[in-house]
Nanobody, 126 residues
């Protein structure tokens, strides 16, 4: 198992912003596909933003233009800046990693990633 620790969740009004962060072990941080997934009430877990080991980013259509994923190698921190939050963004957000596929984010949409943190709650009110 890999220890991924999220922080930064909270409650904001619609239109507001939040920044989530996740720390990970060095070998995970440097070599894995990393990402943020969420589980909204009554829905399956879904990927929202991912970053490959080479820095390439992927976003779900629902968050494009609003969420920005980044990583800081020196601090071993993965972050997602969430702007223009909508009520539909409410849910539990999970940091995730996957060492398979050499750092490429392969199959994430259908299969998710291999490891997940415990999650942090994001609540957006109208």
């Amino acid at each position: 198992q890999v220890e991924l620790v999220e922080s930064g969740g909270g409650s904001v009004p619609a239109g507001g912003s939040l920044r989530l962060s996740c720390t990970a072990p060095t070998h995970v941080f440097n070599g894995d596909c990393l990402g943020w997934f969420r589980q909204r009430p009554g829905k399956a877990r879904e990927g929202v933003a991912l970053i490959a080991s080479d820095g390439r980013t992927i976003y779900a259509d629902s968050v494009k233009g609003r969420f920005i994923i980044s990583k800081d190698s020196a601090k071993r921190t993965l972050s997602v800046q969430m702007n223009g939050l909508e009520v539909e963004d409410t849910g539990m957000y999970y940091c995730a990693s996957d060492p398979r596929y050499g750092g490429v984010c392969s199959g994430w949409r259908a299969y998710g990633l291999q490891y997940y943190g415990k999650g942090t709650q994001v609540t957006v009110s109208s």
